[in-house]
């Protein structure tokens, strides 16, 4: 089946520009839209994006000036980059598989970004 | 953007209890409308989407409702396994927006 797993710093400093990337392994990354959403400790989900396989996007608003995704169809992975970065920004950051034919049915485990000095 | 308001945002009920959980869109989404369950410390799970269809391998006793506006999470017979935050999400085009939350606990 489907497995997205999340990779990059845990670590970022303020001002700097944070960077994850999604692997998609067991299926293709055709077909779908690739999301990213966050959860700070405590609090609910927040939509960020999501990068079609054919790389349009579509961007939270309240994020859109600073985010920035992309796909790889080559390596069967999608990015996330996020610049100018506050504490804000520290959150686990999860990504999920979604169509409009079933919401989003696959997600990742999960990677916490701190941003500190 | 579609606004989307759950509640009650925090609910104790009795093992054994109907538990109902609602979620109301600020303009109507058809029945685009999803709902997550996430155990504490875990990764969030797709329960229901479009509205009323279960995901595959999610138990019976879950079952949803709705369209347009008014949406409804229903869980006909808690048990100690449900114990999570359940959200709803509108999905059908962006920006895609989850309520706040619901904090579903064991009395």
């Known amino acids: 089946q489907v497995q997205l797993q999340e990779s990059g710093p845990g670590l970022v400093k303020p001002s700097e520009t944070l960077s994850l990337t999604c692997t998609v392994s067991g299926g293709s990354i055709s077909s779908y839209y690739w999301n990213w959403i966050r959860q700070p400790a405590g609090k609910g989900l927040e939509w960020i994006g999501r990068?079609?396989?054919?790389?349009?996007?579509n961007y939270n608003s309240s994020l859109k000036s600073r985010v920035t995704m992309s796909v790889d169809t080559s390596k069967n992975q999608f990015s996330l980059k996020l610049s100018s970065v506050t504490a804000a920004d520290t959150a686990v950051y999860y990504c999920a598989r979604g169509a409009v034919a079933h919401a989003m049915d696959v997600w990742g485990q999960g990677t916490t970004v701190t941003v500190s000095s | 953007d579609i606004q989307m308001t759950q509640s009650p945002s925090s609910l104790s009920a009795s093992v054994g209890d109907r538990v109902t959980i609602t979620c109301r869109a600020s303009?109507?989404?058809?029945?685009?409308l999803a709902w997550y369950q996430q155990k504490p410390g875990k990764v969030p799970k797709l329960l229901i989407y479009?509205?009323?269809t279960l995901h595959s391998g999610v138990p019976s006793r879950f079952s949803g409702s709705g369209s347009g506006t008014d949406f409804t999470l229903t869980i006909s017979s808690l048990q100690p396994e449900d114990v999570a935050s359940y959200y709803c999400q509108k999905y059908n085009s962006a920006p895609i927006t989850f309520g706040q939350g619901t904090r579903l606990e064991i009395k």
């Open positions: 479009a509205a009323s």
């Open positions: 990068v079609y396989f054919s790389g349009s996007t």
């Open positions: 303009q109507g989404i058809s029945n685009y």
